[in-house]
C-alpha cells in the first residue's frame, strides 16, 4: 500500500490498526453482567425505578462494547490504556487533559495506547446530559457502556503494554486471570452490592483506577509464574477437543493453584467495579439535578 497519498484521517486509522490489535476481551460476560447487576442494587433509592425496570436492558448491554469491536475497529481503543507507555509510575509525564496529551504525543500514539480514562469522563458528562433531557434510550446505552469501561479499567492488564503476557511469555494471561478465573470460581465469589460515592472529578478519578491496577500488574504477572511453576509438569496441561480439534490448554489444577496464590485479588477487583460503576451513574444522576427517570 501506498501511504504517501492517503488522506490523514485514512492514515491515521490505519496505523492504529497496525499499532495495536487488542483482541482481548475484558471481563468475561459473566463478569460484566456481574458488575452490572450489582451495580444497580448498589443504587440509591430515587434512582432505582428506572434502573430496575430497565435492568435486564442495562445489563445484557454492558457486554455491548465487546462484541462492537467485531463491527468497528477503533471500538478497542476505547477499553484500556497501556500506561506504562509513558514512562515510570505515577505516569506524570502524561498530561491528564485529552487534547494537552495530543499536543505532546500525537493523536496516533494517544489513540492507540487506549484512551479508557477519557471515554469514562466523557460519557459520564453524556449520560449527565441524558438524564437531564429524559432521554430513556440515550440513558440506557451511556449507563451500559459506563458500566462496560469503568470494569474495564479495574483490570490490571488494561493498563499496561504487556496486557496478555506476550513481553514475559506468559500468552493468554489475560484471559486467565480475567475471564476463566472468574467463570471457574465465581459461584464461590462474595460479590455484594456497595456504598456509592459522589465522584467530585470523574477524569481525575478514572486515572486513579487506571493507577491502581497498574500497582497490580507485577502480582498477577508473578503468581501466574509460581502457579505454573507450582504444578508437576506432568498435569499442568490438558487435552481438549474444540470444533473438531484437539487443543491443548492449561489444567484444572494450574487454574486452582492460580486462583488460591491470587488470595482474592479478582473478587477484590470486580467488588471495586460494582462500586466504580454505580458511583459514575449516580454522578451523572447527581450533576443532572436528580430528576426522576421515568418522568
Do not use: C
Not at 433509592?45 to 475497529?73: G, Q
Not at 509513558?86 to 505532546?104: C, E, T
Not at 456497595?194 to 500488574?217: G, I, N, T
Not at 477437543?241 to 496464590?261: A, F, N, P, V
Request: net charge neutral; proline share 4%.
Amino acid at each position: 500500500m501506498n501511504y504517501k497519498y492517503l488522506p490523514f484521517a485514512v492514515l491515521l486509522f490505519v496505523i492504529l490498526l497496525l499499532v495495536h490489535d487488542r483482541s482481548t476481551e475484558a471481563w468475561g460476560f459473566w463478569s460484566h453482567r456481574q458488575i452490572n447487576r450489582y451495580a444497580i442494587l448498589s443504587l440509591p433509592a430515587d434512582m432505582k425505578p428506572f434502573f430496575n425496570k430497565y435492568a435486564e436492558t442495562i445489563i445484557e448491554r454492558s457486554v455491548e462494547p465487546d462484541t462492537k469491536r467485531h463491527s468497528d475497529s477503533l471500538e478497542q481503543f476505547h477499553h484500556y490504556i497501556d500506561i506504562d507507555r509513558y514512562g515510570a509510575y505515577p505516569f506524570n509525564d502524561l498530561p491528564r487533559n485529552y487534547d494537552s496529551a495530543i499536543v505532546k504525543f500525537g493523536k496516533g500514539r494517544v489513540d492507540s495506547s487506549g484512551i479508557v480514562p477519557w471515554r469514562i469522563a466523557d460519557f459520564t458528562a453524556k449520560l449527565t446530559r441524558a438524564m437531564k433531557q429524559r432521554r430513556t434510550d440515550e440513558i440506557i446505552y451511556y449507563a451500559s457502556y459506563i458500566g462496560h469501561y469503568v470494569a474495564d479499567a479495574h483490570v490490571p492488564l488494561h493498563t499496561t503494554d504487556n496486557y496478555d503476557g506476550q513481553h514475559t511469555n506468559q500468552k493468554g494471561i489475560h484471559s486467565r486471570w480475567e475471564s476463566r478465573i472468574p467463570e471457574m470460581f465465581g459461584d464461590g465469589f462474595n460479590l455484594r452490592p456497595q456504598d456509592v460515592e459522589y465522584v467530585r472529578d470523574p477524569l481525575h478519578h478514572a486515572f486513579a483506577v487506571v493507577l491502581e491496577s497498574y500497582l497490580k500488574v507485577d502480582s498477577v504477572l508473578a503468581i501466574d509464574l509460581e502457579a505454573l511453576a507450582s504444578v508437576p509438569e506432568n498435569r499442568r496441561f490438558k487435552s481438549v477437543e474444540r470444533r473438531g480439534k484437539t487443543e491443548t490448554q492449561l489444567s484444572d489444577d494450574y487454574y486452582r493453584e492460580y486462583h488460591t496464590r491470587l488470595n482474592g485479588m479478582v473478587e477484590r477487583r470486580l467488588n471495586e467495579s460494582i462500586k466504580g460503576v454505580a458511583s459514575y451513574w449516580y454522578t451523572a444522576w447527581v450533576d443532572a439535578g436528580r430528576p426522576d427517570l421515568l418522568k
